[in-house]
């Protein structure tokens, strides 16, 4: 610790090193909370299911999804990244997963929130398997923290069917 | 700065260090802004910077005791050997 650059070299490197320790604490602060989202999808109407030319099955929707997240937040939150997905079997495939709408949310007053929307990706499958077809809408989230690590999890909301006939 | 000023300096620098992380955390988890913490926390590096980086004369209350010029005349360097052996490694001092 003789020289000016020498102590301010020294001082840098142990803050530095601090400061990683402090954001890892603050990163594991975040398993110490229980999050308790809520969610609902009503869908509202069937606007479009058609075969297209190219022999896949397209449906357009209209639903409204009202969720509450606000539990997900925590002082190490930076925002929660939510999407929805119709999620349905096949024959072909054992599972299908067609995310239908994203959104980011900022911050918590954002995080209770409804939307009355039509699909913002189209529902398309892979062939011609949705005439009558049951399929579970999920809602899931990734919440981005600040500092450390990202975590994902998801509502299932079950019970919703397509029509039989193309309209 | 004198050798017991250095290590005071490393002390202090260590424990304002940590004392400022703690309670920047804490600060910051009790009001839920992480931005606090890291406020805090800058304002903490800043502060050990100024105490602890410049050579302040508190740093100096143990100097060392050189030699006294006078004293030193009486106990010349050895010349001799030192002309002759620079003739032949001409650059090294």
Redesign the interface.
Known sequence: ??S?GY??N??LT??VT??A??CA??SF?DTLSTPTPTSNVQVLNINRFQKKPDGDDEVSLTFNISANLQSLF???TKQVFVFLAAEYETPKNSLNQVSLWDGIIPSKEHADFWIHTTNKYRFIDQGSNLRGRNFNLTLHWHVMP??GKMFADKIVMTGYRLPQAYR | ?DWQG??L??QL??II??AF?VV??FT??V????QM?LLI?AGG?VL??LI????WPFFNRHPLKWLDPSVAEKHPKPQAAAATTSKKKGSKK
Do not use: C, D
Request: net charge positive; proline share 2%; charged share 10%.
């Open positions: 610790m003789h000016f102590r301010a020294a001082l142990f803050a601090i400061l320790l402090i604490i603050a602060s925590t002082w190490n600040k500092t | 700065m250095q290590k300096a490393e620098m260590q260090l940590v992380a920047a955390f910051g988890y009001l839920g802004s992480f913490m926390y590096v050990t910077t602890t980086v410049p050579n």
